[in-house]
Each structure stands twice: as C-alpha cells, then as structure tokens.
C-alpha cells in the first residue's frame, strides 16, 4: 500500500467549452431524456462523501492442469468528497494510513491509479492508465510447500504492472435510460428501462518481475515454462444489455453487463537460461460490468456501485491464458441543491421531451 499519507485522486470529468459552438456540441453529446423516465439534475450542484476500493489481478491460467496462478495488490480503501455541476465533476480522495495498515500482511504496493468514466447520454467511455508496483500471491497453499498460513502472503515486490485501455458503448435508449443516476448521481431514474449497447474496447498489459511469476517448485505450469515478463495487447467489438429496476419511484437495482472477442498479440520472456521467448497472435476475450443499488430522489442518494473489466488473451503456450482484472466498489452519500447564482460556462439549458 502507499505510504503517502495523503492520497489525492483527482477526477475531472469535462468538456470545459466556453463558446457558443462547443457548448452546442456538449448539448448534442447530452442528448434528449425522457422526463416521464429520467430527471436531470446537471443545473445543480451535486456534493458527495463517498468510500472506495479500487481493486487490481494479475492472473495466469492453465487449462491443461485445471490450475489458476493469481496475483494481487494491495488494495486500499479511499475515503473522499466530491461534487458534479454542470458538464464539470472533481472527486478527492485520502489514503489514510491508520485504515490502511496491513502491509505486513500483504505486502507494500505503490500505484498510480488513473480512471476516468465519462457518461454523456448516447454513449459512455472508460478511460484507464494504471501503474502498480508490489503484489502479492493469493494462494500460497496451492504453490508453496508448507506454507506457514494465511496470515501473511507471499509478496513480491519486484512484480509491477503497467495497464492502459479503452471501454465505450453506445446506448440505444439513452432517453428512457439513465447511467449518470446510478454512477454520477446527477440524474434521477424514475421508471424502470433499460438498452442495449454496442461498442468496442482496445488494451495493452505489461507486467514484469525480477524473476519467474511460477515459483520455482512447479514444472508442469504452462508446460513448466518459466517467465519473468508477460504483455498482451487486443482490439475489438463487444455488445450487451443495461437495465435499471425501479420500486416506488426511489428504490433502484442497475444491472450491465457487456462482453466480447478481441484480436491481439501475447508475449512471454522466459527468466531461465536455454528457454525461448514466445509470442504470437492471439484471441481474447473481455466482459465488463455494472452494478449499483440504492435510492435516489430529489435532493437525496445514497447508494453502492461496483464496476468492473475482465479481460483475458490466450497465451503462446496452447491453452493457457494470460488475464488481467480491474474494477472499483463504492459507497457515495450524496445531497443535490441549487446555487443563488448560475456558473453558466458550466452548465447549460438541455433539451427534454
């Protein structure tokens, strides 16, 4: 886990567009709602407290042996606030040290974790740039022989990981459908509806360790090839269904989930003398999803939300995979109100029908 006391995740959803002419487009990207199904709130000030967890794995799996080798950070818990206006959100974020004390146990991770979600109404994109440094094994058991217990993991400082990718859908009844409810807060689903989506995704994984991610005492793990570096790379089209559940007007379950096939490249650079490095084209496979529960009114939310991308390239060696898994759980309280004096430059005048 860091040691910086004071983690700032800063978070600026935006199109900041003083003209005329961008502030139509943003009005074009907002689109038309519903109002019988969905209200907007983007002309007040939104302000949330919230708690986080963003969560990260490295995995490998070997279908020949029925076996899978994971990896893990240590994950942090961020306590934070938060406000959404207009087509401007920040959210900021504190790694307090006194919660998140648990080094001993799973080792010390130092990350830079960038994640943007941008929800205009036809479409939505998640936008990832991930660093991590120090993970560690999660079932020593399955690896090690006579591991003392699960009170302590394995950790692996050396191992660090570099993650960037790309998730957009297009959202098929945007009017009738709302994402910002559930995930922005700034809108309030009335109804129950849902879409389906259609959309594409690219991502690139590079992680390495100063010796082989297998321990040492296994020969039969992909093939008993033993590496100290992997990248996969992919591109491609997925599609799937959203849909929110509404009771009483206030009480809501959002549900999404997206999956697809992707072309892309695999490598592996093996750690011991006499072994080849691999490589090869590849497919892959990727699902992402959402889910939110809560209420919502108003001037009043509070809700959980958990969002999450799996994705996984076969590997050089036949039926093995290499994956990679990030996704985040939050827990927002939020209170919505008017401000005496409109910032116009932010907010504007959308259309509803």
């Known amino acids: 886990m860091a040691r910086t006391a004071c983690l700032i995740t800063l978070i600026i959803s935006l199109l900041l567009a003083f003209p005329a002419g961008a502030q139509g487009f943003l009005t074009k990207l907002s689109g038309e709602n519903d109002t019988n199904y969905v209200e907007s709130f983007l002309d ?19 279908q020949n042996i ?27 974020g504190f790694n307090l ?9 799973y ?12 929800y205009f109404r036809p479409f939505i994109l998640d936008i990832y ?10 079932e020593p058991n399955d690896w090690i022989t006579d591991w003392p217990s699960n009170d302590t993991f394995p950790a692996r400082p050396d191992i660090s990981s570099v993650s960037i990718g790309l998730n957009g859908h297009y ?15 700034n809108e309030w689903q009335k109804k129950s509806a849902g879409s389906f989506l ?32 992997s990248r996969i790379a992919n591109i491609g089209v997925n599609a799937g269904y959203a849909r929110t559940f509404v009771v009483k007007q206030h009480f809501f379950l959002t549900m999404s989930l997206v999956g697809g096939l992707s072309g892309g490249g695999s490598w592996i650079y093996t750690s011991e003398e006499g072994e080849p490095d691999r490589s090869g084209f590849t497919v892959a496979g990727n699902i992402s ?22 994705v996984r390239n076969q590997s050089p060696i036949p039926q093995t995979w290499l994956g990679y898994d990030t996704g985040m759980f939050r827990f927002n309280v939020v209170y919505r109100f008017r401000l005496k004096k409109d910032l116009r430059f932010l907010s504007r005048t959308e259309k509803q029908k």
């Open 44 to 62: 007040q000030l939104t302000t949330r407290v919230y708690a986080s967890i963003k969560t990260t794995e490295i995995s490998m799996r070997d």
């Open 66 to 92: 029925n076996k899978n080798l994971i990896y893990h950070p240590n994950d942090a818990l961020i306590l934070g606030f938060g406000f959404n206006y207009g087509i401007l959100g920040l959210n900021i």
């Open 97 to 105: 040290p006194f919660i998140n004390n648990d080094d001993a146990k």
């Open 107 to 118: 080792g010390k991770t130092d990350y830079l974790d960038l994640q943007t979600h941008v």
């Open 129 to 138: 740039a991930q660093f991590y440094k120090g993970y560690h094994l999660t």
């Open 171 to 185: 959202i098929f009844n945007h009017k009738k459908f709302s994402y910002r409810a559930p995930f922005l807060q």
């Open 198 to 229: 259609l959309g594409g995704n690219m991502f690139y994984v590079d992680t390495k360790g100063d010796s082989s991610f297998i321990p040492k005492e296994d020969t039969t793990f992909f093939e008993g090839t033993h590496f100290s570096q």
């Open 289 to 310: 999803g959402r889910v939110a529960l809560g209420y919502n009114s108003k001037k009043f939310f509070a809700g959980v939300s958990y969002l999450w991308i799996f």
